[in-house]
DNA sequence: ATGAAAGCGCTAACAA
DNA sequence: TTGTTAGCGCTTTCAT
């Protein structure tokens, strides 16, 4: 196994070079603000010696870190086990590998996404799924620690990168609407831990608003409507709220998210339930099909360009260049095979 | 946007408390140390003046980083596209949230791996799927930096979490060639970026030596086998590899990898080759069936315990606890629908 | 061209 | 119980 020899530092060279701690330091990193006999014996030494500048203190010491965050709104498990995050976390690490920098997932400690911030030793922040009103808001403003939303909401601090959620849930829904369905469930995402009080600037919240408007739109009263507000944002989360929705009598399911929809799908194929001949469901995100389902109608979303704006926008932060905005990214309705008029 | 005002530290709560530096980091970090009036004090004024510590500067102090790195073998856009490599992934960050750690996700810099383990700050490192051997393992060695293989191979100086890579191989090969399969397409993983020279004890090797002992117990010379050896572990490129393995008369498939398997799958289907009647096919790690392609048989590894385990290791060195050996995980062969005997 | 020394913000051994 | 002070390893200003 590895010894733990002790580390060879920039005094040990200094000293044994013959030069000051400032030269090696120079001869590493400005070799032109140095001779080049002082520097050829410098790094002479340095490599007789297996000398390897300690990367923690330079850059405790040029106050950066190399490592943008990615603050994950659930449990990591439960995150890393959703495709559509997986693919955001792809978009955003290819660019912080293009800038030569590390991408950090940061859970929640004990629940607690503020925990977590105060934690974490980044350059910048991305998070996902929500709003970053009151604590984190005010945290990173402290930490002095840029941040950057995706899927977040208004926010007159912050920037977030969104498709236009109204719009687009309001699309979804007439989707489903305009091919006759009267008995809808609806599966939301779970409220976001970082609203405590009801926030109409969520992404949740914007995107019932495009659902109330489609509704209204197509006569639909709300009570027609069955939410399900409790449903994690999990295959198996989707496949237990299944039973309730197979029973609901509703014709179809929309949902906020794929990764539900597909345990829900699952469900309902165990119990013999057809989809989409006895009930259609329609999902959010645009995932590959999971688990032999067949292919979901759905709203794609471009998960992959939405982590790459989010860390181009995060280094333009960084590097000081003004952001006026993050734009809308586009969205649109994909048909799959889940979707049928309703058969009475 | 966010204001950059400038940080209040420890020394301004000291000042304006009138206590040391060392009382207000006892206040904060050994209550016990302090006397309850004096502590009271202190956090009154930490509040009032919106103190948080510096966490950069507390991990530097304390020479520890509260993260563990995850060093990727290829591109991050690559390994996150892969299935297999996230479940490891979320194996590891779990055991990482249980820590209060971040898992650092640490992709080559210009290709070099060397390089990235050089910026990286990490109090240990998790690599995946190459021999540390040469560079790297010595570099960390100087670091001091602990580090932890997954489908890696034999080191004396590193512990590796493997599955039984020569009897998989083996089992898998059986699988093919007790069906009668004698014309074989054999899709290797792509050389490992970190054993420059030919090295036998790599995740590669040991699975050819399983293949070639296959095929002698059913004497199957090695000349009936077509060699892949230049497919990426993605799906894009088992779907380039499609075609020659095609052309090339093999009646059946073996790969490395399922997410060449089910980019092969793609393209064989798309040419109107049918799976498993005109060609068969198997994989290797089971992940779910990708792109609506039917479900694969393959070699199940426990990716997600994986990660979990080498995890756990890790830890075990940070926390001074001896570390014997990394345990061999179990696999098994998981049937799917891609294996018929050979047409004629 | 080179070096002394003062940071960076926090911890902790040691002294009082 | 509390404070002084010397680190942690590197960068960088400012003399020389």
Redesign the pocket.
């Known amino acids: 196994m590895q010894m733990n020899r002790k580390?060879i530092?920039?005094?040990d060279i200094a000293r044994e070079a013959?030069?000051?701690?400032?030269?090696?330091?120079?001869a590493?990193?400005?070799p032109e603000?140095?001779?080049a006999?002082?520097?050829e014996k410098i790094l002479e030494t340095a490599r007789a010696l297996n000398?390897i500048?300690?990367q923690?203190?330079?850059n405790?010491?040029?106050?950066r870190q190399l490592t943008l965050g990615f603050l994950l709104p659930q449990d990591l498990d439960i995150c890393l086990a959703n495709p559509y995050i997986v693919e955001v976390m792809r978009g955003l690490g290819k660019i912080c590998q293009d800038h030569g920098y590390m991408l950090s997932i940061i859970p929640p400690i004990n629940d607690s996404i503020y925990e977590a911030v105060k934690k974490a030793t980044v350059d910048g922040l991305v998070t996902m799924g929500y709003l970053v009103s009151g604590g984190v808001g005010s945290l990173v403003d402290l930490m002095a620690t840029p941040l950057v939303m995706i899927d977040g909401g208004k926010d007159e601090n912050f920037l977030s990168v969104n498709i236009d959620e109204e719009k687009a849930s309001f699309m979804q829904m007439e989707r489903v609407l305009s091919l006759g369905h009267r008995r809808l469930a609806v599966v939301t995402l779970p409220a976001p831990t970082l609203t405590p009080k009801a926030d109409d600037r969520g992404i949740v919240s914007r995107r019932l608003s495009g659902y109330r408007a489609a509704l209204g739109k197509y006569d639909v009263p709300l009570s027609s409507v069955r939410f399900f507000n409790n449903t994690e944002t999990t295959f198996d989360d989707g496949y237990r709220a299944g039973c309730e929705i197979m029973e609901s009598g509703a014709t179809c399911v929309v949902t906020m998210s794929d990764i539900q929809a597909y345990g829900i799908m699952h469900y309902l194929r165990e119990h013999g339930v057809r989809v989409p001949q006895d009930i259609s469901i329609i999902g959010f995100d645009n995932i590959c099909p999971y688990r032999g389902e067949k292919k979901l109608t759905t709203v794609n979303q471009p998960a992959y360009e939405k982590g790459r704006i989010a860390a181009l926008t995060m280094f333009d932060l960084l590097e000081g260049r003004t952001v006026e905005s993050a734009p809308l990214v586009p969205f649109s309705i994909v048909e799959g095979e889940t979707l049928c008029p309703p058969a009475n």
Chains 1, 2 share one sequence.
């Open positions: 580390r530092t920039i005094a013959g030069y000051s701690k400032t030269a090696v330091s120079f590493f990193n400005a603000r140095i001779g006999a002082a520097r000398y500048p300690d923690r203190a330079r405790f010491s040029l106050g």
